[in-house]
Every structure is written in structure tokens, then in C-alpha cells.
């Protein structure tokens, strides 16, 4: 029966069949396609894998940090101890000193250890963070760490560097204040002391009335009152961001209060007896004055545990020949002197303007300036120290400037910054202001601005900041004194008598001696000597012209020649007048130009 | 001839050290002021401690290069608490580690404070209300050496310098040539030299003054071979810092005993630190080279607050010149002598930095002695002078006038001595020495500290007339107190109070100078009543300065507080001391 019918039907099925089949696979296979569509995605591999170099730092990297955030004591001191686990041969690790809550001051030595004497190196000191709130300059001090340590044996220039250099590299020497400023509420500005307790308002009690983070948001911002007699108001567009005056025949609408906080000591004052309440940039010791003259000076120079410990490090390593200490803010490239009529001789002068010349241009809307010219008097600060007490050639950039923001030659207006904020940082950096019921002031409003606002880059600027000023560092390094002995000529006066004359020659910039150096006798002499078993040295002096033969002879031990230093880019011509035979060693022995030796033996 | 340097001299020595120690103290029944070498300051400094613990505490604030240790005496009735708060002296010596007189006066003082304090009632109440602090030795180091051979005077610390700057440490010291126990001088004939024997007295050497025709003939230098072969002698010894020139006033940067930075030394920032934590500090006498009681130091008014002061304030002369007075008659002078400032001393840090009234004395010197010895003489003669010739002191005025004025004073003292302590000039002696084959060389000069210190039998005297100065000193603290309280009462619980300090001491609360530097802090009335019950003043009133001999200022407060019967208040003075007081509130007007 099945037979018959599927005979008689055979066309019609066949159809059929062609038909649902065909059917099938239309549907099924869109069906298919359509969730291949959706299912579709890359692999999750790591994309460090895929990674290609930019220019400017190392491609390889044995330590992974993030440049565009910043680190608390244990963050910095984490990258420290990985960088020197990574890189042994090139880094040692160590605390100098102690700050007053017991914080360790980290030293991340950097220099290849298994070229030369590393004590013997000329030495470049950086330090940041002495302002406890000014904290990129760790980063910058890290991240040069970092740096040095990934490209040596990449770039040509870096090797050198650390093969004749030695980084004494002290990311903060504020620790305490720089917990503080990351850890507890504070402004952009607060947390700029130390954090030793200290009676800023002289009524027997030590910082007893500090800010206050009233509303409990982690930000110490701004308090107003709505007042009818103050003489400040919104800005129009910018309502959030900016207070401005109201004009001289306008109503008042608020009144400003100062930072967030209470009268917590009932002497009827706000805030006046805040942490710490001193300023260790003022606290070193050469053209220190006291707090009357010079606020924040502290009892004496070196009060403090944490300046004393840079000043005896410093005092420990007489190879240190260049030094630079971070600040923050407005794009300066300062030097000394720190007031008018301070100490500095010409030829100092002019080296560190050269330097700094350099730095102008590694630096884009950054200005090299003399602090008590064209910034304010400063009494003890850390620069007139290194260069006034130990004459040592030293700078102090202030880290970021507002010119970044918009990348112009003068600085934006608080409404574009104020636009910046808005368009570019999507609002980020403003805390709305919000109602509040103060003891004393009854009801009031608090906001403004979060901390990292105002002297710190954003996260996209961050790493540029590190990186150019890093660049300025190293060139200033490889301007310290670099000491070759390019000749030593022996000419023959008779049997057993000769006249040797050797020549050494500074192929950089920075004197081994700078002027303040000499003239107070602060390092000792470069020394040059001459030494062999069989030969006696009957004259020495220094040549003071070459071509009409022109020696200062000394007047005692001739095997010892004395040079007050040898210039930048300039040579020294010692003559010794020796009899004997054999062979002769000479040694330069030059407190910041290092130790070289050289062997020759008599014709 | 021996050339060891001086300190691996020292130990060998010791043992005469010890020996003299003991049989100094065998024989100390009634002792005579006298030098003490360490051990026996610290034997002695602990047997007075030992006397009356409850009055007397000794204790350590520092320990030197040679693990010497510094000593503090303090010395006060009652608790640590309360001993804190009160009005308070510190007496400073052997800051200068030549100076052996101060810290002699300074445990001499001690001893006798501690006995008047059982018998004189003026002194018992004194010390119930007054801490006094004193630090004997600053550098004990240093003043080791006068109880050493060779005998070597130094007013530095051991730390090495390399005074010479030839990149070499203290490789250029003294020697005793003539081996006679004492590091002296040296005089050398020869044409280089700068000086020339004064023709009045040949002992005596001048500088050759070419404007006069005189040409040098002696090289004038300290005992010693030149080590090092550069031509100097002497030039880079052991040491040092001077710790009276390690302070940030004035303070000589780069100066060769000055240290390395201000308060560079372990014992100069146990020292600074040690006043710092001692607010109550209102008097300051440092004994050292430094003086400024012989004669009013200078003044100056007040400049703009942002310029440093460098002359004492005017406003405080007055205090300074007082002193001034009391010191010379105590010591015997009749006239003012020349003052003597140096840079970097803790006494000028301690007025001009901190703003205590800050006293400096050298505590003898020649030129002292011979001004006391000729008052004395003077007063005899005026007795017998009275009715003398005028014409012939005329003729003796004129013959001076034309005389060489040079060593006048040199030779005035030598004289002295040749009266007083012959011994404290050693006559020059030829020796041979291998800097100068062939030339007369001499040795001999004044003995290390003949010139700082008086000779061994006059030290009782000096110490005597020194103490009894300190003892005036200390009875011119500021004080506060209380003179009276007046409360009206308004009604319905409301008062007018009227608080009347007053300064019952010497001195001001603060001076000028502790205005000016804001260290001594405004004296403060607390109040112990809560600020809603203050309808006009607050609860923390700052007073301004109360001068002294009974000065008085006026605190007034409105105040609601109906169910009060009384309140306590305190009046805080960080130089004056600290007094409690109470204000009955009675409803009756």
C-alpha cells in the first residue's frame, strides 16, 4: 500500500523533499552564522605580549610600575627593593636616616658596581619631597632609578653614565608628611612641614588644632557662608570651580572661611595650630636665620632628624660633585644664591646658567631663574647648603606648571582652567559644595577643589613630567667632571734625568674644584703625585704656560702636587723633575673627579 | 728626642692622672677651690648629689669624641613637674675647653648653695622657687689636657680638621721639645722672621714694624717640629671644634674652629636641645673667652622684624648694664674694661636667637688682674697722695705720651706675674732643633693656660668673688604672682571680674629680644569656666609683658555664672613661673 502511494505521489515528494531539505539548511545555516556573529571575540592574551617599545623608556621591564600614579612611603619603598632585587650589580639599597615618626629615609644607590671604586665616582645627589605635599618629586627620583637601571647596556649614553657616575637617589626625604598628604584629608598645600609637633600658636600645647575633615569626604576643601556683607560670589559659568569678588557696587552673597575645620582648642581660633608648622627647606645650615627673620627655620640649622640625616650623608660622600632637589610648583629651574648679596662666584655662575640653558630646552614652558631674584628671599634653604656650604653646583626644579594644561607660553586664566577641568578632566578635581552645620559658624557650605588639583599633573601628564625632568638630571650628571690623563711626555736632560710632564684633562663642563670650593678650602686639593721604586722626584709644579714653559714649583715635597682644581673643558700640566730609572706611576687624586692611575717607564 | 704625638702620650700618663685624683681627694677636708679633672669633677659632682638627693640631681646630657661624659647638676625642691615650671638660671662653663676657672666657680657655687640651703632662709625659700641648672664641662675632652703631660692648652674637641687644607688630617702637631711637661713657644733667630725682641723687656717679642726701620730677625711660632715638611709649623694638630663658636648666631662659616656646620658637635646640640626642652631658662652666665659684663655691650633700636638683630636691643640695655655693675664690683673692678665678642658663641645665640638675658664671662684674665691690682694700689696711693704735686704727674703724662706704646700692656702683665705667679712664665732656653740646624732656637714663653686661667693660689679668691656674683644673679628672675582679685557683682549671676598679676622679680616676663624672636611665649591666664559663661573676655587671655620691681598689668572678664561660688584660674609665664589663684563669687555687690 505504501508502495502504490509513493509511486503515484513521486513527483509531489521529491518536491517536497527538495523543498523542507532545502528549508533545513537555509534555517539552520543562518541560524549558524547569526550566533558565529555574536560568539565572535579576540583571544585574551596578554597584551604585554603584543606590545611594541615607544621611544624614551626601556622596552624590557624587569620591574612593572605604573608612571601615572603616585606612590605612598610603602609604594616608593616597594619599587626601591624590587629595582635593587632586579638589578643587583647595579643598585644598592639604604636608609640614610630616620624621620622624626620613625619612617626610614631610602637611598637607592645606582651605578655600575662592577666598573671602578663606586665611592670614588663623582656623584650625583637628587632628593624630592622635602614639602610633603609637593610628592611627584618621589616619582621623579624613582622613576630616574628605574630608568638608568633598564636601559644600562641598552643605550650607549646611560652606560657611560654609570660606569663613570655614581646616583646617591633619595626619592623623599619627608616621609612622614608624605603619608600624611596621601593618607590623611588634606589640601594641596597642607602637609608642606615636617611632622614634629610644634606650638605654631605659642600657648603650650603642640598641634592641637589642626584642619578638620568636617564632612568626612577624605578632602580638607574650602568653607563659605552665605552672607549678605561678604563681598564674594560664584562665577557665573564656572559656579563649582571659582569664588569670585563681587564688584564694588554689588550685594554680597558670601563670605569665605578658610580651610575646612573647627575651633578644636576653644581659644577662639580655627586651624591655627596645625600639624608639624615648620618648613625644613629652611633649616640647612648656610645662610640659615632664625624663625623671626626666616619662618619655619626651626631652633637652629640641622634641628631635624631628617635634614641632619642628608647632611651627614652628604658630609660622608665628598665625591658628590652635583646635586638637584625636587619642589613643586611653576615650571622653574631655580638656582642660588637665596637672597640678595648671597654667595656665588662667576665662574659657578656661569656653569649653572649653561646647565640650565640646557634645561630650558629639555624642558618645554619651564625657566631657569636665581631664587632671590626673581622668586622670593629664602634664608636655609637645601640648595645654598650643597652649593654655599659644600660647594656643590646644585638646582631645585619646581615641578609642573599650569602652561602644561593647554601647552602655552603663559599661564591659562582660572576660567580655562577652569574649562580644563570641565572638558578635559570630565569634572575630575572638584568636590561640590555642600551644606554643613558648623559649631561656630552655624549653617555653612564646604568644597572646592580635591588635593591633587592645582600642583601635581594629571595621570596623562604625569609621565612626561617624570621623564623630561629626569633628562635634565642626567644631563646636569654627565656635566660632572670627567677626568682623563691624555699625556705623559718624558724628555730625556741627561743620564738618569728626565722631565716628565703630565698632562690631565676635564672633558666636561663642571670643574673638579668649583670657585666657592676654593675659596673656602672645602674639598681638599686634586692631588697629583708621583711615585716609582727607583726614582726620586727633585722638582714639581704646576705649568702655568705651556708654550713659554712656565712652572710654579712647590716648595716641599715635590712628589705631591697640589692643584686647586682643573677647569671645565680646560687641562692641567704637571711638570716633575725626576732622576732615576725604571718605571713611574702617576696617580690624580681628585676628591670629586675620582682616582686615575697610570704606569710608564722611564726611556 | 722624642717625637710621639701628643695623644699616644696620654696614655702612659694616666696613672699620674689617677694618683694625683686620689691624693687630691685624701686630702679634701675643707677643700680649697681648686681644678678638677674629670674624675674628680664626677666623684665630686656625685657626692653632692649624694648630700641631699631631693635637692641635688645629676645626670648626663651628652658623651664627647673620648667618651667623656657631660654633666648637668640641677638643683631645686619638689617635683620634676613643678621644678620645670619655675623661674630658672643656667650656668655654663667649660664650654672653652681651656676654661678650668669656670667650672671651678660653677661647683663651688654648687657646694655653697647646698650648705646656705640648710642654713640661710633666704637661700632654703630661693631654692623652693627657682631651678637652677649647671653644666660644669662642656668639653671635657679638652680640659684633660691641663691635667696631661705635655701640658697643652686647646679650646677644641678632638674632632679631626685639616686646618691647613692639604687634604691631610691633624698630621701637624705640637711636640715638647725641651721635654719639660709643657707645650710652649718657640722663638727662632733668623732673618725671615717677622718679629723683634722689645727693647724694654727682651722676653717680650714685637712685631717688626718697617715704617719704624726695624727689620725682623725672630720667627715667633708654638713648640714643635714642622711634621709634615711644609714650612709651617704646628699648623694642622688634633682638633678641633671649638664648641663656643659652634653656634648659629654670628656663627663664622668655614672658620677652622667653628665645625663643619653650626651645632655640629654631639655636646653643642645636647646643649642647644637642652635649653630648648628648659624654656623656663630665663638667665644665662656662660664662662669662656666671650665676655660682656667688663662693659655695656652695644645697643641698637629695633630694625624691621625681617632683618636680624646684631646689637642688643635698647629696650633691654638697661638689664645688661645693671648686671654689668653688680659683676665688676663683685669682682673688684672699679672701672669698665674692654668687652671681648665672638663669633658663634652660645651666649650670643642664647639673646639674640632665643632672647634670654644672656651673660658672658671671662672669668679672670690679665688684663683684669693687673686693673684689680692697680685699684688696689691707687686707693692706697689717694690716701697718701692728697696733697701730691700736680706739676710733676703733668711731667710724667708728656713723657709717656712720646713713649713706644707697643707691648705696653704685654709687658704691664709680665710684670704682674713676675709679682703674682713667676712660674707662669717660663724663661727662654736654647735647645737645638732639626727644622733650624745651626740657628739659635729658644723655647719657653707663657705656660699653656697662664694666660686664661690664674695661677693655682689665687683660684680660691676668684672663685669666691665669681659665686658670690651668681648668687646676686639669681635673685634677679622674673616672678608672677598675684596682687589681688576684685569681683563686683552685677546681679542675676553676673559678674565683673578684674584680675591684678603682677611681676614681683627683676627682670621683665620677657625681654624686647624675647618679643621680637617670639621664643619666650606671651604669659597666658586660663580660666576654669567654660565660654558661654563669658559675656565679654575668653577663656585663654594672653597678658602682655609685665616689667619688673612690682609691674602689674589687668585682666577683666563679664561673666554669667549664677550657680558658680568660685573659679579657679592659672597664670602661665614661660620665664616667670606658674601661679594658681581662685575668684570667690559672692552674690553681695
Known amino acids: 500500500m505504501w508502495k502504490v502511494f509513493i509511486m503515484k505521489h513521486r513527483s509531489k515528494i521529491r518536491t517536497y523533499i527538495v523543498f523542507f531539505v532545502s528549508l533545513y539548511l537555509v534555517v539552520t545555516l543562518n541560524v549558524k552564522a547569526d550566533a558565529q556573529k555574536v560568539n565572535r571575540k579576540p583571544k585574551a592574551s596578554n597584551p604585554a605580549d603584543h606590545s611594541f617599545p615607544a621611544l624614551g623608556a626601556s622596552d624590557e621591564r624587569k620591574v612593572e610600575v605604573a608612571w601615572n600614579r603616585f606612590y605612598d612611603h610603602a609604594g616608593m619603598g616597594g619599587i626601591l627593593a624590587r629595582l635593587h632585587k632586579a638589578f643587583p650589580e647595579l643598585t644598592r639599597l639604604y636608609s640614610i636616616g630616620k624621620s622624626v615618626q620613625g619612617r626610614d629615609i631610602w637611598c637607592i644607590e645606582v651605578t655600575s658596581h662592577n666598573v671602578g671604586d663606586s665611592d670614588r665616582k663623582p656623584g650625583m645627589y637628587i632628593d624630592g619631597n622635602i614639602h610633603g605635599n609637593e610628592v611627584q618629586g618621589g616619582e621623579v627620583v624613582a622613576y630616574t632609578a628605574w630608568y638608568l637601571c633598564h636601559q644600562y647596556g641598552r643605550l650607549e649614553k646611560v652606560t657611560a653614565l654609570l660606569d663613570r657616575c655614581v646616583f646617591y637617589l633619595v626619592p623623599t626625604i619627608n616621609p612622614d608628611a608624605r603619608d600624611f598628604w596621601f593618607h ?175 634645561g630650558e630646552k629639555i624642558l618645554p614652558y619651564y625657566r631657569s631663574i636665581a631664587i632671590w631674584d626673581d622668586l622670593y628671599t629664602v634664608w636655609g634653604g637645601e640648595l645654598d647648603w650643597f652649593y654655599g656650604g659644600r660647594g656643590i653646583l646644585t638646582f631645585s626644579n619646581e615641578l609642573w606648571t599650569s602652561k602644561n594644561l593647554y601647552k602655552t607660553p603663559d599661564a591659562p586664566s582660572d576660567e580655562q582652567q577652569a574649562e580644563f577641568v570641565e572638558y578635559v578632566l570630565m569634572g575630575d578635581g572638584l568636590i561640590p559644595w555642600r551644606e554643613y552645620d558648623h559649631p561656630t559658624y552655624g549653617k555653612i557650605e564646604i568644597g572646592g577643589r580635591r588635593k591633587e588639583w592645582g600642583r601635581i599633573p594629571p595621570s596623562f601628564l604625569l609621565e612626561e613630567e617624570l621623564h623630561r625632568n629626569m633628562a635634565f638630571t642626567l644631563y646636569h650628571a654627565d656635566m660632572m667632571p670627567l677626568l682623563k690623563i691624555h699625556e705623559i711626555a718624558v724628555e730625556k736632560l741627561e743620564e738618569n734625568l728626565y722631565k716628565i710632564w703630565v698632562t690631565i684633562e676635564n672633558q666636561r663642563l663642571i670643574p673638579t674644584r668649583t670657585g666657592q670650593d676654593i675659596t673656602h678650602h672645602i674639598s681638599p686639593p686634586d692631588i697629583v703625585s708621583l711615585k716609582g721604586n727607583d726614582i726620586k722626584v727633585l722638582s714639581a709644579g704646576r705649568v702655568t704656560d705651556k708654550y713659554f714653559k712656565r712652572v710654579q714649583p712647590v716648595k716641599r715635597r715635590p712628589e705631591r702636587v697640589e692643584l686647586n682644581s682643573i677647569g671645565g673643558m680646560d687641562s692641567a700640566i704637571v711638570q716633575f723633575v725626576a732622576e732615576g730609572k725604571g718605571s713611574f706611576t702617576i696617580t690624580v687624586d681628585s676628591a670629586k673627579g675620582g682616582v686615575l692611575t697610570k704606569n710608564q717607564l722611564l726611556p | 728626642m722624642s717625637l710621639t704625638i701628643i695623644q699616644l702620650k696620654m696614655k702612659p700618663y694616666w696613672f699620674l692622672l689617677v694618683t694625683i685624683t686620689l691624693l687630691t681627694m685624701q686630702t679634701g677636708i675643707a677643700r680649697p677651690a681648686t681644678y678638677y679633672d674629670y674624675k674628680s669633677l664626677r666623684k665630686h659632682l656625685v657626692s653632692l648629689a649624694k648630700q641631699d638627693p631631693n635637692l641635688v640631681r645629676v645626670d648626663s646630657i651628652a658623651q664627647s669624641i673620648d667618651k667623656r661624659k657631660v654633666w648637668v647638676v640641677e638643683v631645686g625642691k619638689g617635683a620634676e613637674d613643678n621644678r620645670k615650671k619655675r623661674p630658672s638660671i643656667l650656668v655654663l662653663a667649660g664650654i672653652e675647653g681651656n676654661d678650668l676657672t669656670g667650672s671651678s666657680i660653677a661647683v663651688s657655687w654648687l657646694e655653697q648653695l647646698i650648705k646656705q640651703f640648710r642654713t640661710d632662709h633666704k637661700i632654703t625659700e630661693l631654692l623652693e622657687t627657682t631651678t637652677i641648672y649647671v653644666i660644669p664641662r662642656l668639653n671635657p675632652d679638652a680640659a684633660e689636657h691641663f691635667f696631661i703631660e705635655p701640658k697643652f692648652e686647646t679650646s677644641a674637641n678632638n674632632k679631626p680638621v685639616d686646618a691647613d687644607h692639604d687634604g691631610l688630617m691633624d698630621e701637624d702637631g705640637p711636640e715638647d721639645l725641651n721635654e719639660d711637661g709643657l707645650i710652649t713657644w718657640m722663638r727662632v733667630e733668623d732673618k725671615e722672621g717677622d ?388 575668684i570667690n563669687l559672692e552674690k553681695s555687690r
Open chain 1, 184 to 358: 590623611a584629608a588634606y589640601s594641596s598645600r597642607s602637609s608642606r612641614t615636617g611632622l614634629e609637633p610644634t606650638d605654631d600658636d605659642r600657648d603650650g600645647l603642640m598641634d592641637e588644632d589642626d584642619y578638620d575633615d568636617l564632612d568626612g569626604d577624605g578632602v580638607i576643601t574650602q568653607m563659605r557662608i552665605k552672607d549678605l556683607f561678604g563681598r564674594y560670589k560664584p562665577h557665573p559659568n564656572y559656579p563649582d570651580y571659582l569664588m569670585v569678588r563681587v564688584n564694588p557696587d554689588e550685594r554680597g552673597q558670601y563670605s569665605l572661611l578658610g580651610g575646612e575645620g573647627i575651633d578644636n582648642d576653644g581659644d577662639g581660633r580655627i586651624n591655627e595650630d596645625r600639624r608639624g608648622g615648620y618648613d625644613m627647606n629652611r633649616n640647612w645650615a648656610f645662610d640659615w636665620q632664625p624663625n623671626y627673620v626666616q619662618y619655619g627655620a626651626k631652633e637652629y640649622p640641622f634641628s631635624q632628624p631628617e635634614t641632619r640625616a642628608v647632611a651627614d650623608f652628604v658630609l660622608s660622600r665628598p665625591n658628590i660633585a652635583a646635586a638637584h632637589s625636587y619642589h613643586n610648583s611653576g615650571g622653574l629651574i631655580l638656582r642660588g644664591p637665596g637672597r640678595e648679596g648671597g654667595e656665588m662666584s662667576e665662574q659657578d655662575e656661569r656653569a649653572l646658567r649653561l646647565i640650565s640653558e640646557r
Open chain 2, 195 to 582: 718679629y723683634i725682641l722689645d727693647p724694654v723687656d727682651k722676653r717680650l717679642l714685637l712685631k717688626a714694624d718697617n715704617l719704624k726701620g726695624e727689620v725682623g730677625a725672630w720667627r715667633y711660632l708654638s713648640e714643635g717640629i714642622d711634621n709634615d715638611h711644609d714650612e709651617e709649623w704646628n699648623e694642622d694638630g688634633l682638633g678641633g671644634v671649638n664648641f663656643n663658636r659652634n653656634f648659629p648666631y654670628n656663627y663664622e662659616f668655614f672658620a677652622s674652629d667653628a665645625g663643619v656646620h653650626q651645632v655640629s658637635e654631639a655636646q653643642t646640640r645636647a646643649l642647644a636641645e637642652f635649653v630648648i626642652e628648659h624654656p623656663n631658662i630665663g638667665i644665662i652666665i656662660t664662662y669662656g673667652a666671650a665676655d660682656n659684663l667688663l662693659k655695656t655691650p652695644e645697643s641698637a633700636p629695633d630694625p624691621d622684624r625681617r632683618k636680624p638683630m646684631i646689637s642688643i636691643d635698647e629696650k633691654d640695655l638697661g638689664y645688661y648694664k645693671v648686671m654689668g655693675e653688680i659683676y665688676r664690683e663683685a669682682i673688684g673692678l672699679n672701672k669698665e674694661l674692654e668687652n671681648t665678642s665672638c663669633p658663634g658663641t652660645f651666649s650670643d645665640w642664647m639673646y639674640f636667637h632665643r632672647g634670654r638675658l644672656s651673660l658672658a664671662s671671662r672669668p679672670w684674665s690679665p688684663s683684669v688682674a693687673v686693673e684689680i691690682s692697680k685699684s688696689a694700689e691707687e686707693e692706697e696711693k689717694d690716701e697718701q697722695e692728697k696733697t701730691g704735686d700736680n706739676d710733676e704727674k703733668k711731667k710724667n703724662a708728656d713723657y709717656k705720651k712720646d713713649k713706644d706704646k707697643r707691648n705696653e700692656n704685654e709687658r704691664k702683665e709680665l710684670k704682674w706675674f713676675d709679682e703674682h705667679a713667676p712660674r707662669a712664665f717660663i724663661k727662654w732656653q736654647s735647645i737645638e732643633h732639626p727644622d733650624f740646624p745651626g740657628r739659635n732656637v729658644e723655647i719657653g714663653g707663657y705656660a699653656p693656660y697662664s694666660l686664661t686661667n690664674p695661677p693655682a693660689n689665687m683660684v680660691e679668691e676668684v672663685v669666691g668673688r665669681h659665686t658670690d656674683f651668681l648668687t646676686t644673679v639669681i635673685q634677679r628672675l622674673p616672678r608672677i604672682g598675684i596682687r589681688r582679685v576684685e569681683t563686683k557683682h552685677l546681679g542675676q549671676g553676673t559678674y565683673d571680674i578684674e584680675i591684678h598679676v603682677e611681676n614681683t622679680g627683676f627682670l621683665p616676663t620677657s625681654l624686647a629680644q624675647g618679643q621680637t624672636t617670639r621664643e619666650v611665649y606671651p604669659t597666658r591666664l586660663v580660666m576654669d569656666l567654660d565660654d558661654e559663661h563669658f559675656l565679654s573676655g575668653t577663656r585663654i587671655t594672653t597678658l602682655p609683658v609685665i616689667p619688673g620691681s612690682g609691674g602689674m598689668v589687668e585682666a577683666r572678664y563679664i561673666i554669667y555664672a549664677p550657680n558658680r561660688k568660685k573659679i579657679d584660674f592659672e597664670i602661665i609665664s614661660m620665664l616667670a613661673g606658674q601661679v594658681e589663684g581662685t
